[in-house]
Structures are given as C-alpha cells and as structure tokens.
C-alpha cells in the first residue's frame, strides 16, 4: 500500500541542510517565520521536507543565513528544483512504497550503481517472467492489479540502461542467486542467458561471488550504492522485512568496504559470464 503522505530523500536533505544553516545563524523559528512573513509551523515544515521551499523563499533564507559562496548557493538550488521536478516514475506513487518511489529515483539520478545481489537478480537485470515471480514470492495477498503495476514498474526502470546516458551498473552476485529456482526452470535458464546478454553491454560489470571464494567481507544481506552528482550525497540501500533503509554519505564508507571486499574475492567478468551461461545450460 502506498504512503499517503511521503516525504522523500531530496526534500529530507534540503530540510536538513536549511535546519543546518539556521542553527549556524543562531536565529529562532519564529525569527525566520517572520523574515519571511510565515508562520513558524510553515518553516518548521520546510526542515522536516513536508513542504518544498519555493525559489523566493529559499533565496531569501540564503540570504537571511548568510550564505554568500556561489556555489553553495547554486548547489542548494539545484537540490530545490529538483524536489519540485516530477519524473515518470511519480505516476505510480499511488501504487508502490514511498521507498521505492525513492529508489526509482536514485537509479533515474546514478552516475554508478554498485550492487551486491545476496538471493535474487537485481530487478535491472532481471526478465519479465523472472520479475514476475519475484514479485508474487515478495507478496502474496496483493491483487492482480497490484502486481502488474509492480511489474510494469519494474520493467520500465530498465529503460535507464538503454537511454543517452546510462549509469555505470556493477555487480556482485552470489552464486546462490544462480542456482536458486525462481520460478520453473525454464524462467531460470530464460533469466540467466539473458544475465549473461546484459554483462556484455558497455556500462555493466557483473562478477559472480562463488561458494568457495574464501571468506566474505560481510555477512549481512543485499545492498545498493548510488553515487550521484553533486549537490547530492551517496547514498546507500538495504532492505529488511520491515522496511527499506537508506544510508547517507559518511555513513556509506562501511557499504562501500564491504562491496569492495566482495568484489576482489569474486570472478573476472569473462569468468563470471562463462559461468553464469554454463548454468542457464544446467536450468534448461
């Protein structure tokens, strides 16, 4: 079920920064409310990122605040246009999780993906049939509708391989996620050859993380690293059965550790893609 009210990751990060700068200043809430002739709920609103500041009023803050270097001031532009900018993926709010809205969002911005896949194909790479028996494993009181949405979500995400400037996607995927059956075994085989079609293109890197490669960097789940353009911090994902979680810069350097880690004890690219064709052969 989605949020009925969703705050998302660029409004929380202008919110914060905005918070930031009045603390800096030393002013009260109810100073810049009258600055800026609003109630102080208003401003306190704009720091939590449940109203996106608009253009005037952010200028004016930048200003009442003190912030005279250009480029601080431009990347804080940037990072408010970007909160009232709608994308494509906004028309499934209704839909999906704020989360994911999020996430889809995060993909849409990426310069580079690293993703290390503990059970499942990541949805990028994944086929049509493949997505869909994740999705019915992942929920299984949804309607049918529900799941088709999901699914037409999911496959449109896609699209961002294949368009002007596709981000740099990096892969390390365990060899469970090889050999565990999602769907029947024609799905599997599907899946996979497609896999390996996917680790030629220019902008993916895919290493499989075989059983015996030694001892892992981390023994915890899935995860996503985003890194994005400035103004915007890297961001890392990970996902429990209660909830997605994002992790920002600085915090993400233990992520980035563990990818790290997982990636120099995994196969080369051709390994790993003579692997992963080997066992598509297996699953047909």
């Known amino acids: 079920m989605a949020e009925r009210q969703r705050v998302t ?8 920064q905005l ?74 709010a209704r839909d999906v999780a704020g989360s994911l809205i999020d996430y889809v969002w995060l993909e849409s911005r990426a310069t580079h993906i690293r993703s290390y896949a503990a059970m ?11 997505a869909e028996a994740v999705i019915r494993i992942n929920d299984t009181n949804a309607t049918i509708e529900q799941m088709e949405r999901w699914h037409e979500l999911r496959m449109n995400r896609q699209q961002i391989l294949v368009g002007d400037t596709p981000p740099r996607l990096t892969v390390v995927l365990d060899e469970g996620v090889l050999r565990r059956q999602v769907g029947d075994s ?60 994002y992790i920002e810069t600085p915090e993400t350097e233990r992520f980035a550790k563990a990818y790290a880690g997982h990636q120099s004890l995994a196969l080369t690219p051709g390994e790993s893609a003579d692997l992963v064709s080997a066992a598509a052969e297996e699953w047909q």
């Open 186 to 245: 024609q799905v599997m085989a599907d899946q996979l050859r497609h896999l390996a079609q996917c680790a030629t293109m220019p902008t993916v890197d895919l290493r499989v993380l075989r059983f015996r490669a030694g001892t892992p960097a981390s023994t915890h789940g899935a995860f996503t690293i985003f890194e994005l353009p400035a103004p915007f911090p890297e961001v890392a994902y990970t996902e429990t059965m209660a909830g997605a979680i």
């Open 19 to 92: 918070r930031e700068l009045r603390d800096g200043s030393g002013l009260m809430l109810k100073e810049v409310a009258e600055y800026l002739q609003r109630d102080p709920g208003t401003v306190s609103r704009f720091e939590s990122g449940f109203y996106p500041i608009r253009r005037p009023d952010l200028m004016a803050l930048l200003d009442l605040y003190g912030v005279s270097d250009p480029q601080r001031r431009e990347a804080l532009m940037t990072l408010s246009q970007d909160v009232w900018q709608k994308g494509w993926w906004d028309g499934y």
């Open 120 to 130: 499942v194909i990541p949805g990028l790479l994944q086929t049509p049939e493949y």
């Open 9 to 16: 990751l660029r409004s929380q990060w202008l919110g914060q």
